[in-house]
């Protein structure tokens, strides 16, 4: 700045209000000879009213009495001269350093806010004390940077000099006199080359995070997408489903309408037939008290001759023309029409029972980025448990089903199911009720001291016979972990025929693990660490089905224990 300018400063520093800072408007002088703006001393006064104390806000002297204001027209007179020279105001309040912010090193009275800092002269500049370094040609050669508070960080503490240098070995900051004393012999370079350096590094990192943010934003997109495909798909398929059901609930409705219509018409009509058969009965019936009647008359007559007269016009009685004997049997009407609509009603069930299971798959899964975690504690697979019970048309004839069908368990004795096209006929295993998709876990318990078998299988497992292909872990359809104690191998797991030796402690509880998306399926022995004994992963196509399976023990028993 000129020293034009600084006088400017000055003389604005010399004319200005001390409260507001600002240019002196309507000055005013108090009795020890400061002055103010006339609105700002009265303010100042007002606040001061209740104490009935007066005082100068720069010299604080005290007045017993609040002094007089009177225009200081010398002052005002010379303010508007100097005003027409081109003085303006005093610089905002804004632009003073506050506590938060980098202070000029230069200003002398009140400071300004510094703009800029010179790393080689180790200070900081407000606007009137860096125009030097904009005038002056050596000082043009320096660094100036953004106001900082660290500059002094840049300046060695033992030969308190500027750190210019940068030891690779020692990975810091040195001056020129570090380098030739204690840092000699180390790799040094000058902090710029370094700078220029880590520069390079810097941007190859900058570009790869702003790669990764593109790549990620990108993926966002694709997933949002994937969001909303899913949410179309999912109005369609509602919409198309509520009106399938609507047409399916119109068929059931017309059909129990024709039902309805044709057991009435039946019944008017059965009716009917029996109420004229009725009536001719009753016809019949009056008939005959009136024949008994005549003959009762007839029998009491004492004049033979008369009785002899009339016999033969009254004891001939008419032929009945309906059977003596009828065969009611009310009990059977429309039976064939109730197990009719009950046929209906199971097969519908089936039928809904297994497309439940088949219509989740038809759902496109969405690949996540982001892997799930692993799971270790018992308490983390709990969040996956599910409730499981055994399904009585699969269970073969020799195990018995209890406990609302968790339990199953190994008798003599043939149990009187009925005959069922998913019932096992020859193996001892039996199904669950329930389809296993998505994340699933459960846990079975032996109540007995032989072996058993946890497994999975597909619906599509075969059923009748003594064959391979009905046999869990037999075929391609189906998965079984054998526990089988106090042999070499504790476990086997079979698929397909190939058995897998399976080592880990006994346990009479094992805990089955499913991701059924992911394709793994995992079993564990059940404890607060859970230890796994086997994990198979491959690819799941169907729905699975939970199943057990027994030896030839008699009263061995499984279960599907209950989780909390």
Known sequence: MTEAGGSHLQYVETFSCPICLDLLKDPVTIPCGHSYCKNCIKDH??????????????????????????????????????????????????????????????????????????????????????????????????KLVEPSKNLQENICSRHDEVMKMFCRTDQQCIC??????????????????????????????????????????????????????????????????????TQLISLMEKRRSDVKQQVRSQQETEVSRVKELQEKLEQEITELKRKDAELKKLSHTEDHNQFLHNYPSLSALSESTHSSSIDIRPLKYFEDVTAAVSEVRDKLQDVLRETETNISLTVTQVDVLLSQPELKTRADFLRYSCELTLDPNTANNHLLLSEGNRKATFTTRQQSYPDH????????????????????????????????????????????????????????????????????????????????????????????????????????????????LHRVQTTFTQPLYAGLRFGPYNEDSVEFCELK
């Open 176 to 245: 020129y006199l570090c380098s030739v004393e204690e840092h000699k012999g180390h790799d040094t370079v000058s902090a710029a080359a370094e700078r220029t350096e880590r520069q390079r590094e810097l941007e190859g990192s900058l570009h790869n995070i702003q790669q990764r943010i593109q790549d990620r934003e990108k993926d966002v997109k694709l997933l949002q997408q994937e969001v909303e495909a899913i949410n179309g798909s999912a109005d369609k398929a509602v919409e198309h489903s509520e009106k399938i059901f």
């Open 421 to 532: 096209t998913d019932r096992f006929t020859v193996w001892r295993q039996v199904l669950s009720r329930e389809s296993l998709t998505g994340r699933c876990y459960w846990e079975v318990e032996r109540r007995g001291k032989l072996g058993f078998g946890v497994a999975v299988a597909y619906k599509n497992i075969s059923r009748a016979g003594s064959s391979d292909e009905c046999e869990f872990g037999f075929s391609d359809k189906s998965w079984i972990l054998c526990c089988m104690p106090h042999i070499l191998f504790p476990y086997y797991l079979y698929h397909n025929k190939v058995q897998t030796p399976v080592s880990g402690p006994e346990s009479s509880r094992v805990g089955v693990y499913l991701d059924h998306s992911a394709g793994i399926l995992s079993f564990y022995r059940v404890s607060d660490t859970m230890t796994l």
């Open 45 to 142: 006064w007002d606040t001061e009213h209740e104490r009935r104390i007066y005082s100068c806000p720069q010299c604080r002297k005290r007045f017993t009495q609040r002094p007089e204001l009177l225009k200081n027209t010398m002052l005002a007179a010379l303010l508007e001269e100097l005003k027409k020279t081109g003085l303006q105001a005093a610089p905002a309040d804004h632009c003073y350093a506050g506590p938060e912010d980098m202070a000029c090193d230069f200003c002398t009275k009140r400071k300004l806010k510094a703009v800029k800092s010179c790393l080689q002269c180790v200070a900081s500049y407000c606007e009137k004390h860096l125009q030097p370094h904009y005038d002056v040609a050596p000082l043009k050669k320096h």
